[in-house]
């Protein structure tokens, strides 16, 4: 089982022609919701792709938005779903996409989003995957915490404070967005080598269409290049696609390269389309999205 903790949120996704100037207005072209936040969208995938999964995280609040929310979470089923309580806002993203498949975002419900959870409840099993962003700052890193105790290995994602609970056999994963320089290999290679000799764990910096930088104590930092979506549509969720794809082959004890290769792919397709959980790829599409492309293939070794 693969233990995913984190965001749950409704995320009300509008088309826009552009984003207007300060004091400007737009017409939005279409709206649409979709099952969101990080974690759902993680969890969402996996499932689609036949994993066991486990998904906890924020209460989902009892204003009309929830119940969409449940009934999005009710397609996961039969996989267990775990909430922890609070009694704030339920979260809801409005996201604006542009014609180029850029996103801006603006939340309501996440500022007081820190349950104060039973971590018992959580299935913690020794040799097993937890994965989690800090959202909930306070909260994710007590699971993470109580995760290493208990013997599991951890997927950090975005955590960029200098004091984060990374363990040496961590996977952690995050963008130039939050670490690193958009657009510069040089600085985000020496970027993930020193993150890599700061906490000893394995180390991925994406950076988007520009490709992304990876490297650990076992393996050389170095850059990979990213597979072209097919059309950018709306790029939210890209990062969520690839944590599962990466979740997926390392629960499976796949070589690094595979996993890379197999997640880079799935980010990419996963832009295709609108919003972050409608249209996951599937595994074979995935494979098949890869042998079109041998030669960025072939980099990932």
Same mark, same amino acid.
């Given at each position: ?8 949120? *409704? ?23 979709? *099952? ?10 996996? /499932? ?39 009694? /704030? ?39 097993? &995957? ?13 699971? %993470? ?26 996977? &952690?994963?995050?963008?130039?967005? &939050? ?15 020193? &993150? ?12 988007? #269409? ?6 650990? #104590? ?7 290049? /990213? ?22 082959? *390392? ?34 599409? %995935? ?8 030669? %960025? ?5």
């Amino acid at each position: 089982m693969i233990v995913v903790f984190g965001t749950i949120c *409704l995320d009300r996704v509008r088309r826009v022609p552009a984003l207007p100037p300060s004091g400007g207005y737009v017409e939005v072209d279409s709206e649409e919701l979709f *099952l969101g936040g990080e974690a759902a969208n993680t969890a969402n995938a996996l /499932a689609g792709w036949g994993a066991d999964v486990w998904l906890g995280g924020n209460d989902l609040g009892k204003e009309p938005e929830a119940d969409l929310i449940k009934a999005k979470l009710g397609q996961l089923t039969p996989h267990s779903i775990g909430i922890a309580p609070y009694t /704030a806002h339920t979260p809801v993203c409005d996201i604006y996409v542009t014609p180029d498949g850029d996103r801006t975002m603006i939340g309501l419900g996440f500022r007081d989003m820190e349950p104060i959870p039973d971590v018992s409840l959580i299935p913690m099993t020794a040799g097993g &995957w937890l994965t989690a962003e800090p959202n909930m700052a306070t909260v994710s890193r007590q699971v %993470i915490r109580a995760a290493n105790e208990a013997g599991m290995r951890t997927y950090l994602m975005d955590f960029i404070r200098e004091d984060e609970p990374i363990g040496p056999q961590s996977v &952690w994963q995050s963008s130039t967005d &939050w670490a690193g320089k958009r657009g510069n290999v040089q600085a985000n290679l020496k970027w993930v080598r020193d &993150w890599v000799a700061k906490y000893g764990c394995f180390a991925i910096l994406s950076d988007g #269409a520009n490709g992304l930088v990876a490297g650990g #104590a076992d393996l050389p930092t170095r850059y990979y290049p /990213a597979f072209p979506s097919p059309e950018v549509v709306d790029t939210t969720g890209a990062g969520d696609a690839f944590r599962a794809g990466m979740l997926l082959g *390392l629960d499976a004890k796949r070589p690094i390269a595979d996993c890379l290769r197999f997640a880079s792919a799935a980010g990419a397709l996963n832009c295709r389309s609108l919003g972050a959980s409608a249209n996951v790829p599937t595994v074979a599409e %995935i494979r098949d999205f890869i042998a079109l492309h041998p030669e %960025i293939s072939a980099a990932y070794g």
